[in-house]
Every structure is written in structure tokens, then in C-alpha cells.
């Protein structure tokens, strides 16, 4: 025993050292083990104190406005900071709708892409349209919206919504006048920027759909389209789904772009061709202006139903996918 | 019989084709707006593009000439005070997760860290416009820098997770077995392994978070709102962020900018993977 030691303590450069002394080495590591995991706990752990604080924060800041409101506060749709009245339903409505329209937009466009980016694309184009799509993900939103007013905005006016117009004016979505900023664009917009997630995490899905359905698939004689439906696409139904609840999440809370293309005015009319405003949008805009306490505490609420509306669709996103993960993972195990 | 079958197949073959054509429609769709948008950039901005754009205080307005620089060394400074918040929580909070700690306390963590991810940017600005603007009453480039920071965390802490699990087991048993300790192997052999991807996602969440807008646009905008400190001044000339500052000037000339800010770690992360 002795002689395997002497090489090992000479390799570490002690070679006088009494063996107590390599006992003493280890101890003080066992105390910087502890710290280190003490440590990296307490790093993880600011994760929970980030929702507590959030949540906390908002409630500490709207509370004023709760206790003067209460649930009028979501079903009235006066926004008058002058006459201290407040109301955020339309906010709420406008926030629904561009979303719903965004989701409308993206889901298809989205889910189609995915596709074709795992089971329908020759393989070399598949790497470069993947990346071409994170780069999407990567512009931020100002400047979309600023591409929004000044390019998509004329455009859409001059041709789409004329167009709308023209064939379905007598439908209450596409009556009045066309100003331009409106809740189609806004929705447009949202879809533009939510498709890149949308994009890949139903292509992390259908990745992980196991080899050995498509196999059956075309065993069975199947065409290419016939295994990505039946096999693939349906195979992965839940995911997809959560995927496209994550979007519902990033289309909620979008702010720069939307507030810039939307139109910002608190009001709930059918017509998608007239301007409307979202929870984000208010936020965005009128914070610094809150000349009130109530006023300030009114947007606090604002944003303390924002805060409420998207952690409760991230929660379900995230338990969707979750049971497609731990599925999957337990079919692979098998 | 056999023909009908044939047919069959033919139309089959169509369909299957045709699906594969509408695809390929949605994926060009997906990505004509980055192709727009850039398009866009380039004309609008290129031609302001210069050394004076980086080195030269903005000209007052109706004026020629001109930069950007107060607001690139804003929106530096705020990403180097994001990054001293995001980086060390999120880096080290993703080696608990990845390293240490039971699966149940694993997966709850992981699981606010997405919800988290996806909390719209603009509930930081208010959440931390209460935190810090109304109780310290201003000093708004330290509350921007936490609040991005803030974002970053979560953000962080998933991508780095994700790194240091791929990293194989063997390479931790071998440096144990040599008696290093865990948390030096952790450190040493595990981290370092991993850097590379580690890396990668603190240059893409920097890249998420400078073109972050939102949040700012609360807090930074409290300075010129009347909060004002002593060292106002000097900061609120340092302090109007990138994209902020883009937004007033129709002359094209900022647009470039916020796009470079933002593409260029990208691509330098993309060039790590």
C-alpha cells in the first residue's frame, strides 16, 4: 500500500509530506464542495424568489387600484386617466384578438414549416432554412415595428385589406374605413414574431417522433405525405399543441412591434380595419405618463393581468410538452 | 383492377407532392420578412453607416451629421450590467440543476425557469420600475441593467443545463477517481468541457436581451420623466438605449444599427455551434 501511495503524492509534487497531511488536503475540499453546492443552490433557487418578487410586486403595486375597482376593473371599458376611471377590458379584448389572429396566421404557416423542415425538405436545404429562421428570432422588435409602419402597413392598405374589403366588406370584420394601424396588422405582426418559436419547438416535436413510425408508415407502402400526416403529424398531436399554446404565451405579451403598428386606442369594435390597443401596449406607452397614484396602480393591475394570463398559458404549454417529453422518454426507455 | 390501382398510386404521388410544394410555400413565407426587413436595413441604413455613426454624439434634429454614440455606449454599459447579473446566476443556477439537487426540486426549478422565458419583458420593466425607480427614486441605467439582467436568468440557466448534462459521465468519474474534489471537477473539468456551449447561449441571450426594448422604454425614459438624481445629466446622455433611440429618427439613420447590435453575436454564436 505504502509504495502505491509515494508515486501518487511525489505526482502532486509533496514528496516530503507526512501522510496526515493528505487527510488534511480532503477536508478542506469537503468544505468547498458544500459551499460550491450551497452556493449554485442558492443561484438556482433565485428562480422561485424571481416569480414570488414578480408576483408580489405587482399585487404590492395595483393594490390600491384592486380595492377601488375590484372586478369592475375587468368588465368596464372606460380608460379615462383625467376622470380616474379605469377599466381594462379593452385592453383584455384587444389583446385576445391580435393574438388570436397572430395564432390564426402562425399555426398553419408554422406547423407546415416544421414539417418540411423534418420530414419533407431534401436534406441539404434543411440546416441553412433552420438558420435562416433563428436569424428571424433574432431581430428585435422595434425593428419590426418600425418595418411595420413604414413598409408592411402602406402595403397591406394598398393591396390585402383593399382587397378584404372589396369581397368581404359586408362581413362586421371588414366594415369601416381603412386607416392602417389596426388590429389585423397588429395581429400580422405578432405572427410574424412568434412563428420562429412556434417554428422550433414543433420541430424539436416531430424530431423526437420516433424513426420506427415513419418506418411502419412507408413499410406499409406509404407516400411521403401519407407518413408525415398519419404517422408523424398526428403522432405528435399534444406537442404540436403545446407548441402553439407557447406562441399563445410569446403573442400575449409582445409589446414593441405591436404597440407600434396596432393603433393604440382602448376600444372593442368588431371591425379588425379599426385600431385597437393590448395589455402590453398600454403598458408600454402610458407607464412614464402616469401622472396619478391610481393611475399608476391601474397599470400595475394592467400588468399584473398580463403577468397572470401568460404564466397561466405557459403553465399549460409547458404541461403539454412536458408529458410529450416524459412519453417519449419512457417509450425510448422500452 | 390493376389500373385503378395504378391511378391510385399516381394520385397518391400528386398528393404527396403537392403537400410537400405547400410546405416549402409556408417555409419561404416564414422567412420572407427577415429577407424584407433586412432588405429594408440596408437600403435605409447603409448609407449612414460610417465611422462618424459609431464616434459622433447624435446632431440635434433637422441637422446633418452626426452618431450614434451615446447610444451605443448606452446600450454596452446596460448589457455589461445585465450580463454581471444574468451571467453568474444563471450560469452557476444551471450547474445546480445539471450537477446537484433532487429530480423533484430539478423539475419544479426548470419548470418556472420556462414559465419564466416566457413572462413578456415589459412585466420586468414594471416589476422592477416598483423595485427600484419608486423606492430609490430613479438612477434608471442601474434598474434597465437589472431588469435585463433579470431576463437573462432564466434564459441562461436553461441553455447551460442543457450543456453541462451532454457532457459524458466518464469525464467526471475519472477526475473523482483521481481524488479531485466535486466541486473542482466541476469547475475544471465539467465547466470547462462545456464552455464552448456555455458560451453560446450567454451570447444569445445577450443578443435576445439587446434588442430588448420594452422594459427600457419604462424605466430609461424615468429619468427624463423628472426623477432626476444628481449624476442624471451625464447618465441621460449615456442612457438612451439603441432602440430607443432609433425610434424618432425617420432619416434612417439608427436602423442599422440595433440590427448589427443584434445579428452579429448570433452569428457568432451560430459559428460556435
Known sequence: MEVAIAPASKAFGAPGEPPSARQAMARPSRFGDKAFEWLTCAMALTVVVLVILTGWELWHGSVGAIKKFGF?????????????????????????????????????????????????????????????????????????????????????????????????????????????????????????????????????????????????????????????????????????????????????????????????????????FQ??????????????EATTDIYLQALFEIGLVLFGITILVNLLAQLLLRTIATTSATRAVQ | MHLERAHNHTWRKIKSALASGIAFVSAVLVITP????????????????????????????????????????????LLALAGAIGIPIGVLGGV????????????????????????????????????????????????????LGLIMIPLILRTTEEVVLLVPNGYREAALALGVSRWK???HIVMKTASKGIITGILLALARVGGETAPLLSLLSAIVFGITVSASPSLRSHCRFLPMRSLPTTTGTARLGPARSCSSPEFSALMCL
Open chain 2, 185 to 187: 471537477t466541476i469547475v
Open chain 2, 34 to 77: 427577415l429577407g424584407l426587413v433586412f432588405f429594408y436595413l440596408v437600403i435605409n441604413g447603409a448609407s449612414s453607416v460610417n465611422w462618424d455613426f459609431f464616434t459622433k454624439l447624435p446632431a440635434p434634429v433637422g441637422t446633418v451629421g452626426g452618431g450614434m454614440v451615446n447610444a451605443i455606449a448606452g446600450s454596452l454599459e
Open chain 1, 72 to 272: 369592475h376593473f375587468l368588465v368596464t371599458s372606460t380608460w379615462d386617466p383625467v376622470a380616474d376611471q379605469f377599466g381594462a377590458l379593452p385592453f383584455i379584448y384587444g389583446t385576445l384578438v391580435s393574438s388570436l389572429i397572430a395564432l390564426l396566421i402562425a399555426v398553419p404557416l408554422g406547423i407546415a414549416t416544421a414539417a418540411y423542415l423534418t420530414e419533407l425538405a431534401p436534406l441539404w436545404i434543411r440546416q441553412p432554412l433552420v438558420s435562416l429562421i433563428e436569424m428571424l428570432a433574432a431581430i428585435p422588435s422595434v425593428i419590426l415595428g418600425l418595418w411595420g409602419i413604414f413598409v408592411m402597413i402602406p402595403w397591406l392598405r394598398d393591396y390585402p385589406f383593399a382587397w378584404l374589403k372589396r369581397f368581404f366588406g359586408w362581413t362586421p370584420l371588414f366594415s369601416g374605413s381603412i386607416y392602417g394601424p389596426c388590429m389585423l396588422a397588429g395581429g400580422i405582426i405578432i405572427a410574424v414574431m412568434i412563428l420562429p418559436i412556434i417554428v422550433s419547438v414543433s420541430r424539436e416535436i416531430l424530431r423526437s417522433v420516433p424513426d420506427l413510425q415513419r418506418e411502419a408508415a412507408y413499410g406499409l407502402g406509404a407516400t411521403r405525405w401519407e407518413a408525415t400526416r398519419i404517422a408523424v403529424l398526428s403522432y405528435a398531436k399534444k406537442g404540436l399543441f403545446g407548441a402553439v399554446i407557447l406562441g399563445l404565451g410569446r403573442a400575449l405579451g409582445e409589446t414593441m412591434a405591436v404597440t407600434m403598428v396596432i393603433g393604440n386606442t382602448p376600444q372593442i369594435v368588431a371591425s379588425l
Open chain 2, 96 to 147: 445546480y440543476l445539471a450537477e446537484y439537487g433532487s429530480a423533484r426540486l430539478n423539475s419544479v426549478l426548470r419548470f418556472l425557469a420556462d414559465v419564466l422565458n416566457g413572462v413578456p419583458s415589459i412585466t420586468w420593466g414594471v416589476v422592477v420600475y416598483g423595485l427600484v425607480v419608486l423606492r430609490f427614486k430613479g438612477f434608471s441605467a442601474y434598474a434597465g441593467g437589472l431588469a
Open chain 1, 275 to 288: 385600431p385597437g390597443y393590448t395589455l402590453a401596449s398600454v403598458l408600454a406607452n402610458e407607464f412614464t
